[in-house]
């Protein structure tokens, strides 16, 4: 084997005496990618920004970290600093904060130019419009001049990759690259940082909590746990033959795209949090079905475990005393894994179901207001633009879409309660304009809602028992029974009912997810409408509360409008699903079928953005990309709205575009009681 | 059931506290504080001073000792004497007494006022909110010492306490306006969105939730805001347009000695010095209450960036309409 | 940004009308003319008073909005009444005007810049030893009030003449009276008036200057983009300069606008006590000798000098911060 380009060796990290970062070593060879894969707190960002000495004063680095053998640990300022961008460069998680606000992209991308190489203000403005170009920003020249809040968030990563490849650095280093994006713009962001990472012959170190970004584009990978890699290997093998209990537990919790791999696996208690004190032993003990005494005594070194395994090629290292009895066993993440077993709902057939929510047509635009005291009308948004829904008692719709496609303002028209701006919205067979105050009183309580952000969504000034109660007081209920209904709540989301006085911040994300269910559930509704639930929790949580949300529903026949980006999770939880575009609903029917067999081009395109955490299928699989942005949903077009990007109707005969070009395609079914509908003109 | 496990085992270990650890973790970080510390017990000093002192003097503030005029500090007189033969140690005391309950007194009311102003124009919006701005504005254009000056000759006959009403008229106005920058943002949190949803009414969402969470800044606001009290009372009554004659306070006190001052420095600097030391211990009790009860100051904030990126997973963006707002506008003067 | 700024101006305008006639009403109202031509030797008659008060455009039994409609339409003439002593308003406003603003510019300016460098220096280096310093003085500068802060260095310039046996530092007035020599002896002497009344002045805007800048600048210091500055190459202290701090002046222009609020004031209590002939001292006299027109004549300039610095502070908002250009 060559001599790695980067090598790190024993670094570690630690603020004010909390460890972070705790003996990594890594060795990274000329063009190849490394997935770094942990969850939040795991070590895998500081581990990266530490590479660069980029981590803020209060942090202690220890270790080495070489760079074709030369030390960057301690190397005086200037001397990293012309390191920096010019050998080793960095993309960051979020683009919008990690441009300088005031400054133009452009600018920026030319100063990172001229900061290493001796060029003038004019050679170096020319480079940064090759290298936008590179990357694919339309009109290079003009948006060399915008500011980085006019870029919308993909367009951002892109400049981030071109500021970050315009010295052709050896290194790039990414750092969540594409957590802040939709599927379709992260598809086509993992695929400008393969084109960069082409043309400058950079070795790339991608660092990500999702597996299905590493299986797509990693060679090798390395898991981090608890500030230590845990097993590292060729990501084939990571895959297929994970050694460690963790990185098997892992791969088990996330939910799939294909369908395939069972119940969700969720790994009991949570991550640690980054610097939380290391108690002897294996850091993963705790949550380990596999744990036995010898592992709380030493931690457990990364070690390769011998050859005697099937796919032994390449060097697969794990941390853990049970390595050889997992590369021996192979066994199914659920066969070492409890899982619950899901109390499976009577499905009784949809047409003998009540209604809970059926929206006709529902349009909601918002004025745009220039001005300050007199303020103008300036044009209109169309947020939603003709959507409709249909949830039927004791079924999961899942409601997918990307951002700005209208799917919050759907979710907030239906929960005020009053007559839409147009269209018509029956809850449980009430329509909403014709009730009075009494009427959306008694309502209230039988729809509730999830928020996404479970730090966000509890008032972090109350006691969660208050919190529990709050809805039931305003339902009226008396003090004394609202009191005696938090211990059984508690109980009923897999809380401690003992823990009702304490406060948001003492619980986990996780734990803070089931109080906000339990706070959706106390006063007993009908319809729960969860926006986005668990995207904000790291994938080995998410499954326990996924988990949750099917027992809740199996128990107490409760019916779910379940709002997601990520069509995974959806794919998992609901049973019927409908797609929303630029306000509008394109596709609807059951999962099985629009998942499976999407009839509308968007549907299809956003399925194939969908990483899958499997690396010979996700490079099997053909990859579709969808160009450009969402539009802005304040132009209304004529026609069908996903004209522009669709690319059926760039496949078009021309006479066949002009349907496209002048009607509204209409929503029809794929056959005649087939619960399946596509608002598209050339379907299939 | 495993799901249950599942949770109970989540349990965080970090945090072991009872519900208060909030409060007692800010109580913590002030004493934590050297500045903080110090600034407390000067602050405590000063108020045994206030209102224990004119017990330890024989004097009475007002009535002279005709055998010693302008004389300096002695064991007789400890601050000396005034030109009318007044004990200034007596006079200190009892100005310092009036300025101190002046300034609790505004910041209480002040405080009170911008909250209410302020909440309500963050949380209701629309005309509310604009029509409460203007008046924000409006109010803040003048200098509070013109118009209380020009007031003043009207107010004569209704002695301190129509001016302390006064000087709370005109000190809450920036006060609210944080208070309703605050209270739009939190109005957006969805804590507050899920109270709504679940029918709970305006008035009590502000009570329940918007005002808890900006208590932090109240109190920071309004200790602050005892120092300011002190120091507009002390330069008004310097100028004769707050408290007058035969009231003491340490603003009248600085009136009649600062003519007197280089030849008779006992006059003037025994009040001055107080002032000052009263102001800078608020202010340091003030800077170690924003360190250890608004988590957006600084030096709270010396954790890796990267933990915060790694936890926000992507999510839907915010609703459309948000974005076209007018970027949070600066405000007017 | 032209159409941010015409924004701005059109509420600005509104604020000032409602501000102008609300504190003229609320002069006109609270002031005693009357009294004080009662008070003459010898009093003169009912009727004559009255005359006299109506030729002033003072006579409190005309109603206040009708003084108002009168005084508000020689104000559009540019006419800004009578002085109680019959003088002309304009022409005291005149005098006064550029004595103020003299004070007012270069107090403002000077506290500001001073505060942003030390602000931005101690944020930097936070912790250290000169932030500590930086910190402490500001604190204890922060804690007296400017008149305190004026009479303090005027007993120091009278206890610095009384030690030299001449006078040092001059503490009184603007310019020496009669002074001979060129135009640079002018300057010069200027200058040095200028300097105590300036200092009391931009001391106090200094530390309030320099704590923002220095909690805005620690908010920047963990910016993400300070980091890709970093990341790319840009030496600490160049990417402090041109990203960091570049971003982070953006909010003092709120707090430009703020400080001019205070600094009006300060500016009245300076020039009484260094016997300034500028418009603060006149007001203070105006309102002893219920001289409503000269009182409304300087609420004016306030509110103008006030929202004149709320407009510069958007502009310079705006200059600052491209995010504020649209809409
Ligand atoms: S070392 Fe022990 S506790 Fe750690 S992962 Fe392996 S089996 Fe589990
Ligand atoms: S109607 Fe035409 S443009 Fe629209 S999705 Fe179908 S094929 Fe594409």
């Known amino acids: ?684 | 059931m495993s799901v249950e496990l599942a949770a109970a085992a989540e349990q965080s270990p970090d945090e072991p506290s009872v519900p208060r650890g909030r409060l007692r973790l800010a109580a913590a970080r002030v004493a934590g504080s050297r500045g903080a510390l110090v600034g407390l017990v000067v602050l405590v000093l000063l108020f045994l001073l206030a209102f224990v002192g004119p017990y330890l003097t024989p004097w009475d503030y007002a009535a002279p000792d005709y055998g010693s005029l302008r004389q300096p500090p002695s064991g007789t007189h400890w601050f000396g004497t005034n030109g009318l033969g007044q004990d200034v140690f007596a006079q200190t005391v009892r100005g310092l007494q009036k300025s101190l309950v002046i300034g609790l007194l505004v910041a209480v009311l002040s405080t009170g006022l911008a909250s209410l102003v302020g909440a309500c124009a963050g949380y209701f919006g629309g005309w509310t909110d604009r029509v409460l701005t203007f008046l924000v504005d409006l109010l803040l254009i003048f200098p509070a010492f013109l118009v209380i000056a020009v007031l003043s000759p009207r107010l004569r006959g209704s002695g301190w306490i129509a001016f302390v009403l006064l000087l709370a008229v005109f000190n809450w106005m920036v006060t609210a306006r944080v208070v309703r920058s605050m209270t739009r943002s939190l109005r957006e949190r969805e804590f507050v969105a899920a109270a709504r949803y679940m029918g709970v009414g305006p008035f009590r969402i502000i009570w329940r939730h918007v005002l808890p969470n900006v208590s932090s800044f109240l109190i920071i606001d309004a200790t602050v805001t005892v120092g300011g009290a002190v120091m507009s009372e002390a330069a008004l009554s310097y100028f004769g347009f707050g408290v007058r004659p035969p009231d003491v306070s340490l603003g009248t006190l600085l009136a009649a000695g600062a003519a007197d001052a280089p030849v008779f420095p006992w006059l003037f600097y025994f009040a001055a010095g107080l002032l000052v030391l009263f102001v800078l211990a608020v202010n340091l009790v003030g800077d170690g209450l924003r360190d250890a009860l608004d988590p957006t100051a600084a030096a709270g904030r010396h954790r890796p960036r990267s933990r915060r990126g790694e936890r926000t997973r992507r999510g839907d963006r915010r609703r459309p309409t948000r974005s076209t707002d007018t970027p949070s506008r600066r405000s007017t003067p | 940004m032209t159409r941010y700024l015409a924004g701005r101006l059109g509420y600005y305008a509104a604020l000032l009308t409602a501000a102008v006639f609300l504190s003229y009403a609320l002069t006109g109202t609270a002031l005693g003319p009357r009294a004080y031509f009662e008070a003459k030797q010898p009093r003169p008659s009912a009727a004559s008073v009255d005359r006299q008060l109506t030729a002033l455009n003072l006579n409190d039994r005309t109603p206040v909005v009708e003084r108002f409609g009168t005084w508000a339409n020689g104000l559009l003439h540019g006419d800004l009444g009578r002085t109680i002593h019959g003088t002309s308003v304009n022409e005291e406003f005149g005098r006064r005007i550029w004595v103020s603003l003299r004070l007012l510019l270069v107090g403002s300016l000077l506290g500001m810049l001073l505060g942003v460098a030390a602000g931005a220096w101690s944020a930097v280096r936070q912790y250290r030893l000169s932030d500590r310093t930086l910190t402490v003085l500001s604190f204890v500068l922060l804690s007296t009030p400017v008149f305190l802060f004026a009479l303090l260095l005027k007993n120091g310039a009278i206890a610095a003449k009384n030690a030299a046996g001449h006078e040092v530092v001059p503490f009184t007035g603007y310019e020496t009276p009669n002074l001979a020599g060129g135009i640079g002896a002018h300057l010069a002497d200027w200058a040095l008036h200028l300097l105590l009344p300036t200092l009391s002045l931009a001391l106090g805007g200094l530390a309030t200057y320099s704590r923002y800048q220095r909690a805005t600048m620690l908010d920047v210091l963990g910016a993400d983009y300070l980091r890709t500055a970093e990341a790319k190459g840009l030496t600490r202290g160049r990417a402090l300069l041109k990203h960091g701090l570049r971003t982070a002046v953006i909010p003092m222009t709120t707090m430009f606008a703020y400080a001019f609020l205070g600094l009006f004031t300060g500016a009245a209590f300076t020039e009484t006590i260094f016997g300034w002939h500028g418009m603060g001292e006149w007001f203070i006299q105006a309102v002893n000798e219920q001289d409503v027109n000269s009182v409304a004549a300087v609420n004016l300039f306030a509110a103008v000098v006030v929202l004149a610095a709320g407009l510069l502070a958007d502009a310079l908002h705006a200059a600052l911060d491209p995010r504020v250009r649209v809409g």
């Not at chain 1, 694919?136 to 870029?151: K, Q, V």
């Not at chain 1, 047409?351 to 044009?379: E, M, N, Q, Y």
């Not at chain 1, 997601?564 to 929303?580: F, G, K, P």
């Open chain 1, 1 to 684: 084997m060559t001599t790695p380009l980067l090598t790190v060796r024993d670094l570690t990290v630690d603020f004010d005496g909390h460890p972070a970062v705790r003996g990594v070593d890594l060795d990274l060879h000329r063009g190849e990618t490394l997935g770094l894969v942990g969850e939040s707190g795991s070590g895998k960002s500081v581990t990266a920004l530490a590479v660069l000495g980029l981590l803020p004063a209060t942090a202690r680095t220890g270790g080495s970290v070489r760079l074709d053998g030369r030390e960057l640990l301690g190397l005086p300022a200037r001397q990293l600093a012309a390191v920096r961008g010019r050998r080793i460069a960095m993309v960051f998680q979020d683009p919008l904060s990690a441009f300088t606000p005031v400054h133009r992209i452009g600018d920026q991308i030319a100063e990172a130019v001229r900061t290493h190489q001796d060029v003038g203000r004019t050679a170096a403005r020319k480079r940064a419009a090759e290298l936008l170009d590179l990357v694919g920003i339309p009109d290079p020249a003009r948006a060399l001049d915008a500011f980085p809040h006019e870029f919308s968030g993909g367009m951002r990563q892109r400049a981030m990759i071109a500021m970050a490849v315009a010295n052709e650095p050896d290194v790039l280093l990414a750092d969540e690259p594409t957590t802040a994006l939709d599927v379709t713009i992260q598809a086509q962001v993992l695929e400008v940082l393969r084109t960069a990472r082409r043309e400058s012959g950079a070795a790339l170190v991608l660092v990500s909590h999702d597996l299905g970004v590493i299986a797509g584009s990693a060679d090798r990978v390395a898991v981090m746990y608890a500030g230590r890699i845990v097993e590292a290997a060729p990501v084939d093998e990571l895959f297929a033959a994970p050694r460690h209990p963790y990185t098997l537990g892992l791969i088990g919790a996330v939910p799939r795209l294909d369908g395939r791999g069972g119940p969700l696996v969720p790994i009991p208690g949570r991550p640690p949090a980054a610097g939380e004190p290391a108690r002897p032993g294996c850091a993963f003990a705790d949550r380990c079905p596999l744990t036995e005494d010898r592992c709380r005594t030493a931690e457990p070194p990364l070690t390769g475990t011998g050859t005697g395994s099937a796919s032994g090629t390449g060097d697969h290292r794990a941390a853990c005393v049970r390595a050889d009895h997992l590369a021996a066993t192979r066994p199914a993440p659920a066969e070492v894994y409890p899982v619950p077993a899901l109390p499976a709902a009577v499905p009784r057939p949809r047409a003998a179901r009540d209604s809970v929510l059926a929206v006709r047509g529902l349009t909601r635009s918002f004025p745009r207001h220039r001005g300050g005291l007199l303020r103008r009308r300036a044009g209109e948004v169309h947020a939603v633009d003709g959507v409709d829904l249909d949830i039927r008692q004791g079924e999961t719709l899942g409601l997918v879409g990307e951002s700005g496609s209208g799917k919050s303002t759907t979710l907030y028209e239906i929960l005020r309660l009053a007559a839409p701006q147009g269209g018509r919205i029956e809850l449980l067979g009430q329509d909403t304009a014709a009730l009075d105050r009494a009427a959306v009183r008694r309502l209230r309580s039988r729809v509730q809602i999830v928020f996404q952000d479970p730090a966000a969504s509890l008032d972090p000034r109350m006691p969660v028992g208050d919190v529990l109660a709050e809805p039931l007081l305003a339902q009226r209920t008396p003090k004394a029974e609202a009191r005696r209904r938090v211990p059984e709540l508690l109980r009923q989301v897999g809380l401690d009912p003992a823990h009702a006085d304490r406060y948001p911040h003492e619980f986990s994300g996780g734990q803070r997810q089931r109080i906000s269910i339990a706070r959706a559930l106390a006063v007993r509704p009908d319809l729960l409408v969860l926006d986005e639930p668990v995207s904000a929790l790291d994938v080995s949580v998410q499954a326990g509360v996924l988990n949750l949300l099917q027992q809740l529903k199996a128990e107490l026949g409760l019916a779910y409008l379940f709002v997601s980006h990520d069509l995974s999770v959806v794919r998992h939880l609901a049973d019927r699903v409908a797609v929303m575009y630029l306000g509008r609903t394109v596709e609807t029917g059951t999962a099985a079928r629009v998942l499976t067999r999407p009839r509308h081009p968007y549907t299809r395109a956003l399925l194939a953005a969908v990483p899958l955490p499997d690396p010979p299928a996700e490079r099997a699989r053909p990859r579709l990309l969808l160009a450009g942005d969402p539009p802005s949903p304040a132009e209304r077009h004529l026609g069908c709205p996903f004209r522009p990007r669709c690319p059926v109707h760039a496949a078009l005969a021309p006479e066949q575009r002009a349907r496209c070009a002048t009607e509204t395609p209409p929503a029809l079914p794929a056959a005649p009681g087939v619960d399946h509908t596509a608002t598209c003109h050339y379907p299939d």
